[in-house]
Every structure is written in C-alpha cells, then in structure tokens.
C-alpha cells in the first residue's frame, strides 16, 4: 500500500507538478492536496515565509505532510524584486507589471526558488531548495504553466519561457522539482 503524505497547498498547478514527480519518480508514495488555509506573513527569505506557514497550520493536521513556498527574483535590476513578495506582486501589477519595469533594460537575469518544508511523523521539520536560473523575456509568451511562466527564459531552456514548455519538460528542470528530488531523496533514505 502506498503511503500518503499531504502537500498544503492552495494552488492546483503546484498540487499537479508535484503529483506528476512523484508518480514517476517515487510511486510508492502518494500526494494528497490539503487544502487548508496557509498564513503567509511577510519576512526576508522563503524559508522563513516557510516556517510561518508550517506554524499556521500545524494544529489542524497529522503528520507527514509538506508546504513550499516559492517566489521569483529579478536579479540585479531589481535587487531579487519580487522574491518573497511574489504572490503580492501577482494579484497586484501581475507580470506585466514586472515587464513594465523591465523595459529597456539589457542586464535581465532573474531566477525561481522553491523551499518545501516538510513535517514527519515525528513532527521534526526538514527544508529542502531548489533554484532555476535564467532571464526575464521581453515579452511574455506561452500558455502552459501559471505565474510568472509567460516572462521566465530557463538558461536550460533558451528561446522558450516556462509557459512554453510542456508540463513534463518545466518538471525536469524546475526549481520545484529540484527541491522535490532532495525531498524523494530524503524520504527514500529514511522509509
Ligand atoms: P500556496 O497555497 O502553496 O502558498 P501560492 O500560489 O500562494 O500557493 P507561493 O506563495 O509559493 O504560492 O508562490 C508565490 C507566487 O509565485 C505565486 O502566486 C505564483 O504566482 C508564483 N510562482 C510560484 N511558483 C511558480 C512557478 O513554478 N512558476 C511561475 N510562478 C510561480
């Protein structure tokens, strides 16, 4: 029988990469959405937004279980803008609101962090990140994805943003599954 772990989560997209590694990659676990409400306060790294959210839900549920928080930094133009404000700049300006900023500019690295925080049985908490480099696109294209898909060129991926890419083909190389491969290692190593 596999054994289930909960990923709290309120985005599908996150909830659908995520599903899509493990079946491939370590099927003998199973990940189910926990819907539950995730206080996001704002602090100066992810895996401090990560602590928070951990903390805001750990009395309505049992472990094993994992959040992630994730976010998009503008490099150099923008000092790592939006980072961990992400999710604020997505319901606010959205994207086109970063390629405003951007216009113009020449030097246009930026990168993606994930951090999933993970919860075992025994309630001890362990961090695991994943980065993808790259750059944002001058315009945005592509209708994959969600997020800041449409404006992020992989250094992996030239000529095509995320929203370009398959499903499959964002999984290899994202930062997120980059962080899920160091949780399957983990979880591997520790059954
Ligand atoms: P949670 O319920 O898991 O917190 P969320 O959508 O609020 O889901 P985050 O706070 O981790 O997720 O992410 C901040 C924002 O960064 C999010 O609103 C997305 O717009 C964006 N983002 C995260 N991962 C992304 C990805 O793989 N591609 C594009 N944008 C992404």
Redesign the pocket.
């Known amino acids: 029988m596999k054994s289930k772990i909960q990923f709290?989560?309120?985005?599908k997209?996150?909830i659908e990469?995520v599903q899509t590694i493990f079946e491939k990659e370590c099927p003998e676990f199973q990940i189910m959405q926990a819907d539950i409400p995730?206080l996001?306060l704002q602090a100066a790294t992810l895996e401090e937004?990560a602590v928070f959210?951990i903390q805001s839900v750990m009395e309505n549920i049992v472990p094993p279980y994992f959040?992630?928080?994730?976010?998009?930094f503008v490099d150099d133009v923008c000092q790592g803008f939006p980072g961990v404000y992400?999710?604020y700049v997505?319901?606010t300006i959205g994207w086109d609101g970063i390629l405003k900023i951007m216009a113009g500019k020449t030097n246009r690295n930026a990168h993606?962090e994930?951090v999933i925080a993970y919860v075992d049985n025994h309630k001890a908490v362990h961090y695991f990140k994943g980065v993808n480099e790259g750059q944002v696109s001058t315009e945005a294209r592509g209708s994959s994805?969600?997020?800041?898909?449409p404006i992020?060129i992989s250094n992996e991926t030239p000529n095509r943003t995320?929203a370009e890419l398959e499903l499959n083909e964002?999984n290899i190389i994202?930062?997120?599954r980059r962080a899920v491969n160091k949780l399957i290692e983990f979880l591997k190593n520790n059954a």
Do not use: Q, Y
């Not at 709290?8 to 985005?11: P, S």
């Not at 959040?67 to 998009?72: H, P, Q, S, T």
């Not at 994805?145 to 898909?149: R, S």
């Open positions: 709290v989560t309120g985005n997209h996150k990469e995730l996001e937004v959210k959040i992630e928080d994730a976010g998009f992400s999710s997505m319901k993606f994930s994805g969600f997020g800041f898909d992020f995320f964002k994202s930062h997120r």
